[in-house]
């Protein structure tokens, strides 16, 4: 069966400084994994995915992650936080191409100035 | 802009209505997800269809309904309305089937339902 965790709920960063948005994941498949954002009254935007191809996914806007099955996680990283990162962020697990997606729980980013 | 759509955008109404939320899928996309955002819950997921089938069936309630048309878009249906009824309901789309845009989720904007 498939889950998602996210590690934290809200996560606080100053402008300019590194973003670290962690996520773990349990799944019995080879698993695809995304990344999306929601910024205030929006829909959710995918922000990276991970397919199977190379570990270390390039997203927009700057964001990262990288997929290291030892662990079993998904983090999120982006190297300089920008006052428009400022939105939630969530972590998704989709097995036997995408017929179901299990989402975490979201994660509160806070840019501050 | 995701390709999906979803009417209204904004809806209010009061308790023990009726209302039907519209989405049309991203074009060629046969699957159809719902989900229920609200402060106190986080995302729900409610139901997929999948080329007009019922596919799965998460936190739904029985006062909830939904179905997807042979032209693949897609009805929620929410019955006898309550306070905390009041949410963002999202649709979503994937194509599934082969393709760069396999698997991925795309999602509308989101009916903002308000029960008062």
């Known amino acids: 069966a498939q889950s998602v965790t996210q590690l934290d709920s809200h996560v606080s960063v100053s402008e300019g400084t590194p973003v670290l948005l962690r996520c773990n994941y349990s799944?019995?498949?080879?698993?695809?994994l995304f990344w999306y954002v929601q910024h205030p009254n929006k829909g959710l935007q995918l922000l990276l995915k991970?397919?199977?191809?190379?570990?270390l996914v390039k997203g927009i806007n700057g964001f990262e992650a990288e997929f290291k099955k030892s662990e079993t996680s998904f983090h999120l990283t982006k190297p300089s936080a920008h006052m428009s990162d400022a939105a939630e962020y969530f972590c998704?697990?989709?097995?036997?191409?995408?017929?179901?997606?299990?989402f975490g729980k979201g994660t509160r980013l806070l840019v501050k100035p | 802009d995701s390709g999906v759509t979803q009417t209204p955008k904004h809806l209010i109404t009061a308790t023990g209505q009726r209302v039907t939320l519209r989405c049309s899928p991203r074009s060629g996309d046969l699957s159809v997800y719902w989900y229920q955002q609200s402060l106190d819950q986080g995302l729900q997921f409610l139901i997929q269809y999948y080329n007009g089938e019922e596919r799965a069936k998460g936190n739904i309630l029985e006062r909830f309904s939904a179905q997807q048309f042979p032209d693949l878009h897609s009805e929620l249906n929410l019955s006898s309305l309550e306070l905390g009824d009041s949410a963002l309901y999202f649709c979503?789309?994937?194509?599934?089937?082969?393709?760069?845009?396999?698997?991925?989720?795309?999602f509308g904007e989101g009916s903002r339902l308000t029960v008062l």
């Open positions: 998704v697990v989709s097995e036997g191409q995408g017929f179901s997606f299990i």
């Open positions: 991970y397919t199977s191809a190379a570990t």
């Open positions: 979503a789309s994937s194509a599934i089937a082969g393709g760069p845009d396999t698997g991925e989720l795309f």
């Open positions: 799944s019995s498949y080879s698993p695809s």
